[in-house]
């Protein structure tokens, strides 16, 4: 590798070139620091420097003694939802159960005739309202209230307010996709910390902390891809470690909120400096009115509103009206109710139907899936299942740091007959190959 450069900011502009000319691809193991100063006449600290620019940007990644190494490019991944021709039983979306949603036609009416224009109200009124009352009484203090377009959304926003290219983030594992997406093209760090049946493993989050992360993303309740939840011991102990660090941002994405038969249990110390609750509509009024409520502290919702008035300004004001119209109905409480149990009863159908078969399950799900932990990989059985025609997802798809085996299935449109022969059908292939489950996570 040539280059010619005297100071910090060359050495970095001639390594970002090539790598973005293809010249360096990603794997790349760049010239030892003593070797390339010497290369070019410099002080060492020069091109320390210059590759810690690199590692902070994104562009390569530090290996402690191994060296420093041209980071992977940007790579796809997985969405949620599965397309609309597939000859198998979907039951790897991650959707909700489309009938359970509000018929957009009884919304309609809502709308105003008027159209909005730049300038007004980033909120309706109305809506800001139902959002406060949603998120006051989980919010030990005051808070600023903002909207965007879903979780999703809200996540990505809140990070580049706060984080540059390169800063490390604590995140569950395994891992929501959209997470793993965000992070990833954000060109941030990803720092995994396992979950277990009471949410975030603390020792390994303390070590997160400890090695220097900027944020932490935590599922509540609902964790997706697991179905798990934070405990009210273990949100107390996750409390008690970001007490120690109240620099860190602390996002907290509770996306199954009024559909999750579990309490929320606040994470968020008095003490923290920035941090965000997020709560989604897209769960109970589906993803094409997916909005997002996010209550935080002042100083991040003056980044977030920057940040978006920079870009739309607001959250469409027609969706707006219809997820307004949805929430204030009388009848919206009466929804809400039937499609927590129905959800309830189908997670709790299926892992019933499987313990039956002789796969006993954690009897602490929630969400739209259940999780079924595996002791090696899964495609062998995805596949098996796809030829007695179920599509399910593996949950390699959700790893980060460590390996996260184990299947997840949708339970959302399941109905009884079906449960029973998911059931069947996945202990028929466990039955050739017993070693696969672990049994110990039950």
């Known amino acids: 590798m040539k280059i010619i450069a005297k100071t910090a900011g060359e050495i970095f502009d001639s390594i970002r070139s090539k790598v973005h000319s293809g010249e360096l691809t990603p794997g790349t193991l760049l010239p030892p620091v003593r070797e390339l100063a010497n290369q070019l006449g410099v002080n060492r600290n020069t091109v320390a420097l210059a590759y810690k620019r690199l590692t902070d940007a994104g562009f390569a990644l530090s290996k402690g003694r191994n060296g420093t190494v041209i980071r992977d490019a940007v790579a796809d991944v997985e969405l949620e939802g599965s397309t609309a021709d597939l ?6 979306s991650g959707n909700p159960a489309a009938e359970v949603l509000p018929p957009l036609s009884d919304l309609v009416p809502f709308i105003r005739s008027t159209p909005c224009l730049y300038g007004e109200a980033a909120i309706r009124p109305d809506l800001e309202k139902a959002g406060r009352a949603w998120l006051q009484s989980d919010l030990p203090a005051d808070f600023e209230l903002n909207l965007t ?8 926003r809140v990070l580049a307010t706060w984080l540059i290219a390169g800063d490390r983030v604590a995140v569950e594992d395994p891992c929501f996709l959209s997470s793993i997406s965000t992070l990833r093209h954000n060109r941030l760090q990803v720092c995994p910390v396992p979950v277990d049946t009471e949410g975030m493993q603390c020792d390994a989050l303390a070590a997160q902390l400890e090695a220097g992360v900027k944020a932490v993303i935590i599922t509540p309740r609902a964790h997706n891809p697991t179905g798990y939840g ?4 273990r949100a107390a102990q996750i409390r008690t470690l970001l007490a120690g660090y109240p620099q860190v941002l602390t996002i907290v994405d509770d996306h199954f909120s009024l559909l999750s038969t579990q309490d929320y249990h606040h994470v968020i ?25 996010v209550a935080s502290d002042s100083e991040t919702s003056a980044r977030l509103r920057q940040r978006l008035n920079a870009g739309t300004n607001w959250v469409s004001h027609i969706l707006q009206d219809l997820a307004g119209a949805s929430m204030t109905s009388p009848r919206f409480k009466q929804q ?9 009863q189908q997670r709790e159908g299926l892992v019933t139907a499987l313990k039956r078969c002789g796969i006993p399950l954690s009897p602490l799900h929630d969400g739209l ?4 932990p595996l002791a090696g990989d899964s495609t062998a059985i995805v596949w098996q299942m796809a030829q007695r025609g179920w599509l399910v997802r593996g949950g390699e798809s959700f790893a980060l740091g460590s390996t996260s085996n184990g299947l997840r299935i949708t339970v959302s449109d399941l109905n009884p007959a079906e449960t029973e022969q998911i059931a069947h059908s996945l202990a028929t292939i466990l039955s050739t190959s017993r070693a696969t489950f672990l049994s110990q996570q039950a």
């Open 336 to 344: 809400i109710a039937e499609a927590r149990q129905r959800y309830y």
């Open 369 to 372: 899936n259940v999780w079924i």
């Open 87 to 92: 000859a198998l039983r979907d039951l790897a």
């Open 269 to 293: 110390p008095e003490n923290t400096q920035n941090w965000v609750l997020i709560r989604s509509t897209s769960k109970f009024l589906g993803p094409d009115l997916r909005l997002a409520f």
């Open 149 to 156: 377009g879903g979780a999703v959304d809200a996540v990505e």
């Open 230 to 233: 934070l405990s009210q011991a």
